[in-house]
């Protein structure tokens, strides 16, 4: 079991970047993709990007792909998300999520969520 909690969000011109971080808790963090999603108001939940308990697999949502990287640092039970050329598009609710999806962009194959970060990119 772990206890993931998102920092690193903000305010960002368009064009400006932002790396998340998200620390999560518990000996098994090595056991877990991770996965990073997000929520605009008014919108439903979407996929961002995920990372596989190695390290070795990443996957990315067609919008982002080219400007956010996902990396992983199991040694500080650790998961980034950095963020260039940003938009105000990506404006939203970051939230970072940990399981053992069968699918990657499944948000239902994650059991444990942080609280989410603010991401706001003005244009």
């Known amino acids: 079991q772990v206890q993931p909690v998102e920092s690193g969000g903000g305010l960002v011109q368009a064009g400006g970047s932002l790396r998340l971080s998200c620390v999560a808790s518990?000996?098994?963090?090595?056991?877990?993709?991770m996965g990073w999603f997000r929520q605009a108001p008014g919108k439903e939940r979407e996929f961002v990007a995920a990372?596989?308990?190695?390290?070795?697999?990443?996957v990315y949502a067609d919008s982002v792909k080219g400007r956010l990287t996902i990396a992983r640092d199991n040694a500080k039970n650790t998961v980034y998300l950095q963020m260039n050329s940003l938009k105000p598009e990506d404006t939203a609710v970051y939230y970072c999520a940990a399981g053992t999806p069968k699918y990657y962009n499944d948000y239902a194959g994650y059991d444990y969520w942080g609280q989410g970060t603010q991401v706001t990119v003005s244009s």
């Open positions: 518990g000996r098994t963090f090595s056991s877990y993709a």
């Open positions: 990372i596989s308990w190695s390290g070795g697999h990443t």
